[in-house]
């Protein structure tokens, strides 16, 4: 009798089913120029991707630039590799106000790379920092303020065939340099009180007028206001002046200032980089008015 022996073999086979996506991209660091004043309307920078500044013109450094950086980072499967080819980026342009801002010249440190995933037999490594230089080209002053946008950089990975694009946050801060300060008081003299209503008014450039019954004392000293504007040659200045301050003596009693006004005009450009504005108002002085000393303050600003 022939038996028959039936052997079942049974075999266990394990594939690799981990993740197989391809390279990701995360911002490592953000693009900051820096912040600048500006000397001239048509200015430009140019940082490499250490944040080195390799030129700069119409600019004045007041702090340390940092490139952008981009972090990518492989997800391949086990035993296969991820080429990372990093794309050139386009310029682009920041909204700016009464200027025009360009990024362009975007350098990337490295433009491939091959990388593996964790343990990969390959030896590759799993991420990639690649950083980035540009250059900021200017036209015209811009007004004071922090002024952003992005730099959108495209790359491709081998595996899964991926095309990506990742934006880095820009931003480049330009700052005022103008400053004012007094530099003559603006002074009125010494009058007898009138015995009807009057006025003095000093011109800007030094000269007095008076109106109604106003005696002014021999020995009395008059003298026009003047103001140091200190900025940056070429720009338009706005200048504010009062419409209308008080002055009060030691009994609480006051009198009006009104009528200011500047040699430079309210709005002017700086010839030089320091000049002096002449200011010059009127006086009005009521009949019997209560004597003694008044004073006060009055305030003037400057911007571009």
């Known amino acids: 009798m022939f038996r028959r022996f039936i052997v079942f073999i049974s075999l266990a086979i394990f594939f690799d089913v981990s993740a197989t996506r391809a390279a990701t991209a995360s911002v490592a660091q953000t693009f900051n120029f820096g912040s600048f004043v500006q000397t001239s309307p048509n200015a430009s920078l140019t940082i490499d991707y250490n944040a080195n500044v390799t ?6 450094t007041s702090s340390i630039p940092l490139a ?14 991820d080429v990372l080819n990093v794309l050139q980026a386009s310029d682009t342009s920041l909204t700016a106000t009464d200027c025009s801002i360009l990024i362009s010249n975007i350098t990337p440190s490295s433009t491939t790379a091959t ?19 540009a250059s900021v080209t200017i036209s015209g002053f811009c007004k004071e303020g922090t002024y952003t946008g992005t ?24 700052n005022d340099k103008i400053s004012i300060i007094q530099k003559q008081d603006l002074n009125f003299g010494t009058m ?33 206001g003047i103001f140091t504007i200190e900025g940056q040659s070429g720009r338009t200045v706005n200048m504010s002046l009062p419409k209308e ?5 030691n009994n609480g009693n006051s009198l009006i200032v009104n009528n200011f006004s500047s040699d430079t005009g309210v709005s002017f450009v700086l010839n030089s980089n320091t000049i002096d ?27 571009y």
């Open 55 to 60: 030129s700069i013109s119409g600019l004045s």
């Open 68 to 81: 952008g950086s981009i972090l990518y980072v492989s997800e391949a499967t086990f035993a296969n590799a």
């Open 115 to 133: 990388m593996g995933r964790e343990g990969n037999w390959l030896g590759y490594p799993t991420s990639h920092q690649v950083y980035f230089g």
């Open 151 to 174: 730099i959108s950089v495209p790359y491709t990975s081998t595996h899964e065939h991926l095309n990506d694009t990742t934006n880095i946050p820009v931003s480049i801060t330009i």
């Open 192 to 224: 007898m009180a009138p015995s009807s209503d009057s006025t003095i008014t000093l011109a800007y450039n030094g000269t007095k007028s008076t109106t109604g019954g106003l005696y002014l004392l021999n020995n009395s000293s008059f003298t026009n």
């Open 245 to 249: 301050i008080l002055i009060y003596n």
């Open 277 to 303: 504005a002449n200011i010059g108002a009127t006086l009005h002085i009521p009949a019997h008015a209560d004597v003694g000393d008044y004073t006060g303050t009055y305030t003037i600003t400057v911007s």
